[in-house]
């Protein structure tokens, strides 16, 4: 089974950026991948994904401040969040999909991911 360890996470000011940093424990060339987030209190939601193309897919709240990027040779994902705001304050969560060629997007991968690292914490203060 793959593990997957994020990092990266911490403090920051609203405006500010972020990069983290998913370090996979074996190939993840041919799988979907991608991060969702978690606040407190509510329900985890689909951020990002990569397709095994580089086909990126974002939610709405990551549009045009987030970017989703992989590099297979290191086996490792990454999400740049710029112009971060206070309710961008979750834990972030990255995923592997379930099976290679599989569809790749932020909700699809949400309910039908492998694998789940144990989350990175952001807060983000105004």
């Known amino acids: 089974q793959v593990q997957l360890v994020e990092s990266g996470g911490g403090s920051v000011q609203a405006g500010g950026s972020l990069k983290l940093s998913c370090a996979a424990s074996?190939?993840?060339?041919?799988?979907?991948m991608g991060w969702a987030r978690q606040a407190p209190g509510k329900q985890r939601e689909g951020g990002a994904t990569?397709?095994?193309?580089?086909?990126?897919r974002y939610a709405d709240s990551a549009k045009g401040r987030f970017t989703i990027s992989r590099d297979n040779a290191k086996n490792t994902l990454y999400l740049q969040m710029n112009s971060l705001k206070p309710e961008d304050t979750a834990m972030y969560y990255c995923?592997?999909?379930?099976?290679?060629?599989?569809?790749?997007?932020?909700?699809?991968?949400?309910?039908?991911?492998?694998?789940w690292g144990q989350g990175t914490q952001i807060t983000v203060s105004s």
């Open positions: 995923a592997i999909g379930a099976r290679s060629g599989d569809y790749c997007s932020p909700r699809w991968l949400l309910t039908t991911a492998a694998r």
């Open positions: 074996s190939d993840i060339t041919y799988y979907c």
């Open positions: 990569i397709d095994t193309d580089g086909t990126t």
